[in-house]
């Protein structure tokens, strides 16, 4: 009888231990589990823009990705040179895609060109920059490059932009992939300048700007 007992009383204490220890596991501050730590949304950049960044005491152009509301803004480009400059007309390649078009003014040559930079997302959720070419150079220091605007399906695979040689100002198309631009129109006598262009929805057309007076473009 008395080793039952002692059994017993051994069985009791240790599930009261249990008991003990099950307690001391649950979560404190009135029962509430306190939430888990949560990330921040990955960027989902919809919008790009040309802004500065400044390193070592210089400032610099950058080329600038941010979301619809304005978060995670991030620069994806810097020019990394005080005498390069950007412009500030940019263009996102066509749905599904993520590259951007941009020129770039100013270089020991130079010479303008038109650039392409890839933009992706890491696992980290910050928007980063890569592969850098150039799809087009001006052919000498006396001929400026300006309004880059890619076409609006990826099938199409072509940038629209204007060339500007002594007075004389082309709307041409290159592909997206470099080689030699074909030139769409020329300003003729009085009709002045060609600006900035874009595409139609479907990529038969392109619109043009017109600098200066002087009878209509067809």
């Given at each position: 009888?008395?080793?039952?007992?002692?059994?017993?009383?051994?069985?009791?204490?240790?599930?009261?231990?249990?008991?003990?220890?099950?307690?001391?596991?649950?979560?404190?501050?009135?029962?509430?589990?306190?939430?888990?730590?949560?990330?921040p949304p990955p960027a989902k950049p919809a919008l790009?823009?040309?802004?500065?960044?400044?390193?070592?005491?210089?400032?610099?152009?950058?080329?600038?990705?941010?979301?619809?509301?304005?978060?995670?803004?991030?620069?994806?480009?810097?020019?990394?040179?005080?005498?390069?400059?950007?412009g500030i007309n940019l263009s996102w390649s066509p749905?599904?895609?993520?590259?951007?078009?941009?020129?770039?003014?100013?270089?020991?040559?130079?010479?303008?060109?038109?650039?392409?930079?890839?933009?992706?997302?890491?696992?980290?959720?910050?928007?980063?920059?890569?592969?850098?070419?150039?799809?087009?150079?001006?052919?000498?220091?006396?001929?400026?490059?300006?309004?880059?605007?890619?076409?609006?399906?990826?099938?199409?695979?072509?940038?629209?932009?204007?060339?500007?040689?002594?007075?004389?100002?082309?709307?041409?198309?290159?592909?997206?992939?470099?080689?030699?631009?074909?030139?769409?129109?020329?300003s003729i006598g009085s009709e002045g300048g060609l600006?900035?262009?874009?595409?139609?929805?479907?990529?038969?057309?392109?619109?043009?700007?017109?600098?200066?007076?002087?009878?209509?473009?067809?």
């Amino acid at each position: 009888m008395k080793q039952n007992l002692l059994v017993f009383t051994i069985i009791a204490a240790c599930a009261l231990g249990m008991l003990a220890c099950q307690q001391d596991t649950q979560p404190t501050g009135g029962g509430m589990a306190l939430p888990l730590k949560q990330s921040p949304p990955p960027a989902k950049p919809a919008l790009t823009f040309v802004g500065t960044i400044s390193k070592n005491g210089n400032t610099y152009n950058a080329i600038y990705v941010m979301d619809t509301d304005t978060k995670n803004q991030t620069s994806v480009q810097s020019s990394g040179s005080t005498s390069i400059q950007y412009g500030i007309n940019l263009s996102w390649s066509p749905s599904g895609t993520s590259s951007i078009a941009f020129t770039q003014y100013g270089s020991a040559s130079g010479i303008d060109t038109i650039k392409a930079i890839d933009v992706t997302v890491n696992s980290q959720g910050v928007p980063v920059g890569s592969n850098l070419r150039t799809i087009f150079a001006s052919p000498s220091s006396s001929t400026g490059l300006t309004n880059p605007f890619w076409s609006s399906t990826s099938s199409m695979g072509k940038i629209a932009f204007t060339e500007e040689v002594s007075t004389t100002r082309s709307l041409c198309v290159v592909s997206q992939s470099g080689g030699t631009p074909t030139i769409v129109r020329s300003s003729i006598g009085s009709e002045g300048g060609l600006g900035y262009c874009t595409w139609s929805p479907d990529d038969s057309r392109l619109a043009v700007c017109r600098i200066g007076s002087g009878p209509s473009i067809p």
